[in-house]
């Protein structure tokens, strides 16, 4: 089964939490705080995998959830850093964010790897707390939350050479022909329903990945038939080679075929139209193949044109030194246009501004929307009165309290932030 789409759910780990500890030694009077901090979470990470060739395991298991970071210890031990999830992928594997289309890698080498969910900081134990006004601070943050999100994966297949061309023309026949490859042949259309790769032997020496992709038909570009499933894979290969029932054994036209699969091409993607084109004039063994032959080359003087019968043999290997020595003076295709480049280990550091929050009603409830706020929430022990008083503080330096005055919250009125509600004291 090939499976070229999957949706799953990431979560890096969260940290541990930091503790609350004093030094207990005999001979040392006021030791002063000891507490540890957690460990940070694990990362949730895709590692490209050549070994793989589809996205199916994502079919079985949709949810990969990174482990979280040990806690603090006494004696100013911090916690263990979780390991990373690592998770493989296919090479040709896409990754964009489900809910927000975002981009987020383009995997294509073997060992790549990309940090797709990050593991959460762990929490400061009280040792990082201390100051001369308060050198026995009785508080310490909790872990903070690993990110989370959806993930869409899409795999476009990485093949030298795409063979295109209306169903039935013969490019399952034709791979097979080339390669140890041994795909669905049938004579009806859509017999390839996913696409097919096969390794030809040039025999001097060199040698490419051939794709046989699913049959094309008018309207492809917009989704009909199989549409963007067979496009996609088009987008990887150097070459096209674009397969035509020059027999016209059903009838077809092999000159407006053409026309029509290119027009497709293009309404899908114009940059398609600009990858080196060869045409494979398949079924010459039949009556009608040499007056279609000369018609389609009057048609198209400047096309590279190879004659072949992918059943008998005739021409085909012509077809395939053609094909290497295309491929030979093309090098691989540089990333895809609009897409942010491969992602480095060189680590960037950018200046941040602090993150406006805003003040909204819901009902007799005043709710602050911060992602910040909502993080220091989830990181703040409320059974800590010096995490309380810290809590508060940091709300006042912010300007949460003068925001809510403004918006006319009073004494006693609820407060939301995150998943937390408490009455504003004014």
Wanted: proline share 5%.
């Amino acid at each position: 089964m090939f499976v070229d789409q999957a949706k799953v759910y990431v979560k890096g780990g969260d940290g541990g939490n930091g503790i609350v500890s004093y030094r207990r030694e005999k001979y040392v009077p006021f030791g002063g705080p000891a507490g540890g901090d957690g460990g940070r979470g694990g990362d949730v990470v895709l590692v490209v995998d050549e070994g793989l060739r589809t996205l199916l395991d994502f079919r079985y298991q949709r949810h990969f959830k990174a482990d979280r970071g040990e806690n603090g210890k006494t004696k100013n031990q911090h916690g263990k850093s979780a390991d990373d999830l690592v998770v493989k992928v296919p090479p040709g594997t896409i990754v964009r964010d489900a809910d927000t289309g975002e981009f987020l890698g383009d995997l294509v080498r073997h060992g790549q790897r990309l940090v797709v969910a990050r593991g959460g900081r762990g929490g400061r134990g009280n040792a990082r707390f201390a100051t001369e006004a308060n050198k026995a601070p009785d508080m310490a943050e909790k872990g903070e939350p690993g990110e989370e999100r959806n993930l869409l994966l899409e795999l476009k297949v990485l093949a030298d050479v795409g063979l295109v061309g209306f169903p039935s023309v013969g490019k399952s026949t034709l791979l097979s022909s080339v390669s140890a490859a041994r795909p669905k042949i049938g004579a009806y259309h859509f017999t390839t329903l996913t696409p097919e790769l096969g390794v030809v032997d040039v025999g001097d020496g060199r040698s490419f990945v051939l794709a046989d992709l699913p049959g094309l038909i008018e309207g492809a570009h917009a989704g009909h038939g199989l549409g963007h499933e067979f496009l996609r894979h088009v987008e990887r290969t150097r070459v096209i080679v674009h397969v035509l029932d020059i027999g016209a054994a059903e009838g077809r036209d092999p000159v407006e075929d053409f026309r029509v699969i290119q027009e497709e091409l293009r309404r899908y993607d114009a940059r398609l139209t600009e990858r080196p084109l060869l045409v494979a004039a398949n079924k010459m063994d039949l009556p009608a193949a040499r007056e279609n032959l000369e018609r389609f080359c009057e048609a198209y003087p400047h096309l590279p044109v190879y004659p072949v019968s992918a059943a008998t043999g005739e021409g085909v290997q012509a077809l395939v030194y053609a094909i290497a020595d295309t491929l030979d003076r093309h090098p691989a295709l540089v990333a895809e246009a609009g897409e942010p480049p491969a992602q480095t280990e060189e680590k960037v550091y950018r200046y941040e501004p602090e993150e406006p929050f805003e003040v909204r009603r819901d009902g007799p409830v005043f709710v602050v929307v911060s992602r910040e706020l909502e993080k220091l929430v989830k990181m703040t022990n409320f059974s800590q009165h010096d995490a309380v008083v810290r809590f508060q503080r940091i709300l006042q330096r912010k300007g949460v309290d003068d925001a809510l005055r403004q918006r006319g919250a009073q004494e006693g009125d609820v407060i939301r932030i995150g998943e937390m509600e408490f009455e504003f004291v004014d």
